[in-house]
């Protein structure tokens, strides 16, 4: 198969070689159960607890109980069971407050778990955005009281990568006495992240999206900070999530998260670069586009580009034949006739939502990889523009 040029990191990545080769032992010579007596069983635990060291190392947690454990650390099988384990587990504890606070641009595990709440009889208040996916603080301030149990917003978006003001929000949601949890799924990895230097409750991530595989995450709980367990069953996890550890998988977390830590400063100058090089080529060679989103906080590897009058769709699959592998925005809403939620929310005319592809980088792509992009890209446009009927039709209103 000819090679692909894969950018669509943010919908999953792929499995670093160093992660690999880390976890392979784990599924044919060190496959005993870590809960077991005997030594080649039990004695794994010890690898666990490495593997959630380094989690906690990546986003600076750096509490160590008496054993040298981070117990703010529990590992999950993905971002979406961290998610909603932790809105869950607020509501449980605090039964008599009835309202959760979360943005209009979250990801689906937050927002139809949060649709399904609401069908419960819980308020479910959304804070706007602006054209740019911005949002107020002041709008926070409206939304959070006294009957806020929970306040959940992103720390990154997946769609057009905008960063969020996390620990700000964290502070109104403290001054209201309501608990803060962030879905840090696309910031962990790509931007510095210090959780001793927040007030954040509860941060969700995933795997997948840092080049460790799919089926592990993990959340963090600020140590102090009260949780229910959303798996009932054995001690695992100290009694925080029951079922037979993943060991592979959380070995292979812990080597991913080792080298996102190693790689930050490169995501942060390199792959900008590329992101930032796509951009002003594509610019430079296609007419009527908008590049969405916040361009002073968001992250480094994401390009959201909105190609007028066309369908991203069409776009997606012409590239498709090129191997060029992107989005149309998050690959949960993929199949969808409907503009995406984020683009929606920041009042994007239906011209321009339909035809927004998601170009998301990691460490693994060149610059040759751009340059195969704006090759292919302008003439596939310029192709679907031609059978358009709002592009002819543009400049006759």
Not at 239 to 266: H, M, P, Q, Y
Not at 334 to 339: A, C, K, M, N, V
Request: glycine content about 6%; some cysteine; proline content about 4%.
């Amino acid at each position: 198969m000819d090679r692909i040029i894969y950018v669509d990191n943010n919908a999953t990545t792929a499995v670093a070689p160093e992660v690999f080769e880390e976890m392979k032992p784990y599924f044919t010579e060190l496959y005993g159960n870590p809960s077991s007596m005997y030594r080649f069983g039990g004695e794994l635990g010890k690898d666990i607890e490495i593997a959630r060291n380094k989690v906690a190392d990546l986003i600076g947690s750096t509490y160590r109980d008496k054993d040298n454990k981070s117990s703010e650390i529990l590992f999950t099988s993905c971002g979406t069971e961290s998610d909603n384990a932790a809105i869950l587990s607020a509501l449980q504890l605090n039964p008599e407050k009835r309202k959760i606070v979360i943005s209009e641009v979250e990801h689906p595990a937050i927002l139809s778990l949060c649709k399904d709440i609401q069908r419960k009889g819980y308020i479910i208040e959304l804070i706007p955005v602006d054209k740019k996916g911005k949002i107020n603080l002041a709008d926070v301030e409206k939304a959070v009281d006294a009957n806020t149990a929970i306040v959940s917003v992103m720390w990154a978006n997946n769609e057009i990568g905008n960063i969020y003001p996390v620990n700000e929000i964290a502070k109104i949601a403290h001054k209201n006495g309501a608990l803060f949890h962030t879905d840090a799924v696309q910031a962990v990895g790509k931007v510095p992240i210090n959780m001793d230097e927040n007030e954040i409750d509860l941060l969700s991530l995933s795997g997948h999206k840092l080049h460790a595989p799919k089926g592990i995450g993990a959340l963090y709980i600020r140590r102090g900070t009260r949780f229910r367990p959303f798996i009932i069953g054995g001690h695992q996890e100290s009694s925080r999530r029951a079922g037979t550890e993943n060991l592979a998988g959380i070995v292979a977390l812990g080597k991913a998260c080792e080298l996102a830590k190693e790689n930050i400063e490169n995501e942060n100058i390199v792959v900008k670069k590329l992101r930032n090089s796509l951009e002003i080529k594509i610019a430079e060679q296609i007419s009527d586009i908008r590049i969405n989103g916040d361009f002073e906080n968001r992250l480094p590897n994401t390009a959201s580009i909105s190609f007028e009058y066309i369908e991203g769709e069409a776009i997606l699959m012409l590239l498709d034949q090129f191997n060029i592998c992107a989005s149309s925005g998050s690959a949960c809403t993929t199949g969808s006739l409907e503009p995406s939620h984020v683009l929606r929310a920041m009042g994007l005319p239906y011209t321009a939502a339909h035809g927004t592809i998601r170009f998301s980088f990691s460490r693994y792509n060149t610059q040759a990889d751009v340059d195969f992009i704006v090759e292919k890209l302008p003439p596939v446009i310029e192709k679907l523009r031609e059978y358009s009927p709002f592009w002819q039709d543009k400049d006759k209103k």
